[in-house]
């Protein structure tokens, strides 16, 4: 079965740059959530978007911004870097209660994440 | 907000005996609650979720949870550890901030060992 795609995997940046993490999610899954995880960390949620509209926020800094496309796919855009912000990125998809037949909470599938180190 | 507690950041067991993850949850409406296992270096897989259909769910890999009310708990329990199993695992809340939206709230994690 086709899972959530996460690119890169890997990401190495340097202080002050700029960084797009991008989420591809199952087909016909129209939720996107983003989470990011700390070394030794639970993950926090970041942000959310149903039907390509921002539905809820967490604890995202306002460096970062994030998107979802026409084609469902989302992408995290993360600014003026800081060392702090290394830590490993997961998107997760879900279908939303409506399509789910109003059952809610429908299940989150994760991607792989994309681990960002910044130097 | 919903939150979850997982007792004991650590746990160490014997191939083939009990595995008990413990999970306790806050949550002023019916919660529903997950369990995720992270291998290293890997992303979180879906273990089993409680929904409010039967109290008792299993999920994979022998894996099952009990949601008891009572006590606002949902442990994770497996009959005979595997040394497969050793991970990292967490016990998760869904919790609705509005509209369609089903945020995860996850608690601390627990790390699983299992010696042979």
């Known amino acids: 079965a086709a899972g959530v795609i996460q690119s890169p995997r890997h990401l190495i940046k340097e202080k002050r740059e700029t960084a797009t993490l991008k989420c591809y999610p199952i087909p016909r899954h129209d939720t996107v959530y983003w989470y990011q995880q700390g070394p030794g960390q639970d993950p926090q949620f970041l942000i959310s978007?149903?039907?390509?509209?921002?539905?809820d926020k967490g604890s995202i800094p306002d460096r970062f911004s994030a998107q979802q496309f026409s084609d469902y796919h989302s992408e995290l855009n993360m600014s003026s870097l800081e060392l702090g912000d290394s830590a490993l990125y997961f998107c997760?998809?879900?279908?939303?209660?409506?399509?789910?037949?109003?059952?809610?909470?429908?299940?989150?599938?994760f991607g792989p994440g994309t681990r960002l180190t910044v130097l | 907000a919903q939150s979850v507690t997982q007792l004991g950041s650590h746990v160490s067991v014997s191939e083939g005996a009990l595995v008990l993850l413990r999970c306790n949850y806050s949550s002023s409406v019916p919660p529903y609650l997950f369990w995720y296992v992270q291998y290293p270096n890997q992303g979180l897989q879906l273990l089993l979720k409680?929904?409010?259909?039967?109290?008792l769910v299993k999920g994979i890999n022998g894996f099952e949870a009990e949601f008891k009310k009572s006590e606002t708990s949902f442990h994770l329990t497996k009959p005979s550890a595997h040394m497969s199993d050793a991970a990292e695992y967490f016990c998760?809340?869904?919790?609705?901030?509005?509209?369609?939206?089903?945020?995860?709230?996850f608690g601390k994690g627990t790390l699983l060992t299992v010696n042979p």
């Open positions: 409680y929904t409010s259909a039967a109290t």
């Open positions: 978007f149903y039907e390509k509209m921002q539905s």
């Open positions: 998760a809340v869904s919790e609705n901030s509005g509209g369609s939206n089903y945020k995860l709230t």
């Open positions: 997760a998809s879900s279908v939303s209660p409506g399509l789910a037949g109003g059952r809610g909470a429908d299940t989150q599938y």
